[in-house]
Every structure is written in structure tokens, then in C-alpha cells.
């Protein structure tokens, strides 16, 4: 989930497009986005399920990929970020949630610290990894790092469709 290839990148591609105060917009649109989608995403996650949430939050991402290497004026970069924002926050929370489910569920709880702090350590080498990648494919353009985002995105979904739910 954190193979964001776009970010050593984002500023510089949305001020190659857009002025800087819009820029600056960008930014408070995606943090405003994300707080007023916290809640009601979480709340989805307890209604839906966590695997139907990490789906929807992988569509989400897919979709904000596609917008921003198709966006071509500020509106169209506002939706992007919105999508993103959206899939960022339908994750939160629900991906530990899922696991420690998951350990719940097959009675191996006293697994879950060992297996959250796996899943954070992996997290931080693919965002790390990804950034080091995203910036050399942005060297001709930009939206290579998009390109590579919605690769991982893709990938993403596969993989989230492919989850069980745990049983209770």
C-alpha cells in the first residue's frame, strides 16, 4: 500500500502544471479531505468489513492515479487529490485492524506485535524503496512516477480481492 512512487515528486509535477498558490490549495484540499473522510470510512470499515474497505481504498488510489496523469487544470487536480486522500484514509486504520482480526480469528493473537511490526518495518522499506524509484522514473517526466503508482495500485487491488475476510 505505501508504494508511493509520486512522492519524492508531487510538488514539482503539480508547480509544473499549476502555480504555486494553487500548489499550496492542492495541499489543503488533500489534508481537508482526508479528516472529513477519516470518520466515515472507519465507520464503513465496521459495516462493509475491512476486506471490502482496503478494496475500495485500493480503487480509490487507482482511480486518483488515472486522474492525475490525465489532469490537465486545477479542478481536475482537486478531484485527484480527493480520490487520493480517500484511499489514504479508507487504509488508515483498517489494515491493522484486518490482521489483528486475522490473529483473532485463527487464535494466534499473541502473534499480532510481531506480525504489525513486520508489516510496519515492510511499509517503511516499500515507501522508502518506492521514493528512491518514483524519482528516477520521474526524470523524463514526471507522471512516470504516476505511471509506477498505478502499477503498484493495480497490483494492490489483486491482492486485496484475493483477501479473506476472518471469520469472527
Request: aromatic fraction near 16%.
Amino acid at each position: 500500500f505505501h508504494a508511493y512512487f509520486w512522492l519524492p515528486v508531487y510538488f514539482l509535477f503539480f508547480n509544473s502544471r499549476l502555480d504555486l498558490a494553487d500548489v499550496l490549495y492542492l495541499e489543503a484540499i488533500y489534508f481537508a479531505s482526508v479528516v472529513v473522510i477519516e470518520v466515515p470510512s472507519g465507520w464503513f470499515s465496521d459495516l462493509f468489513g475491512r476486506r471490502r474497505t482496503l478494496i475500495t481504498a485500493s480503487v480509490f488510489l487507482c482511480v486518483s492515479y488515472i486522474l492525475f496523469l490525465i489532469a490537465d487544470s486545477f479542478q481536475s487536480f482537486c478531484i485527484a487529490q480527493i480520490f487520493l486522500a480517500a484511499g489514504i484514509a479508507f487504509n488508515s486504520g483498517t489494515d491493522t485492524s484486518f490482521l489483528l482480526e486475522t490473529t483473532q480469528a485463527l487464535d494466534k493473537q499473541d502473534q499480532y506485535p510481531k506480525l504489525e511490526a513486520r508489516a510496519v518495518k515492510f511499509s517503511f522499506l516499500g515507501t522508502a524503496a518506492a521514493g528512491i524509484l518514483g524519482g528516477l522514473a520521474a526524470i523524463p517526466d514526471y507522471r512516470g512516477a504516476y505511471v509506477l503508482s498505478l502499477i503498484g495500485g493495480v497490483s494492490l487491488l489483486v491482492i486485496t480481492i484475493r483477501l479473506i475476510e476472518p471469520l469472527s
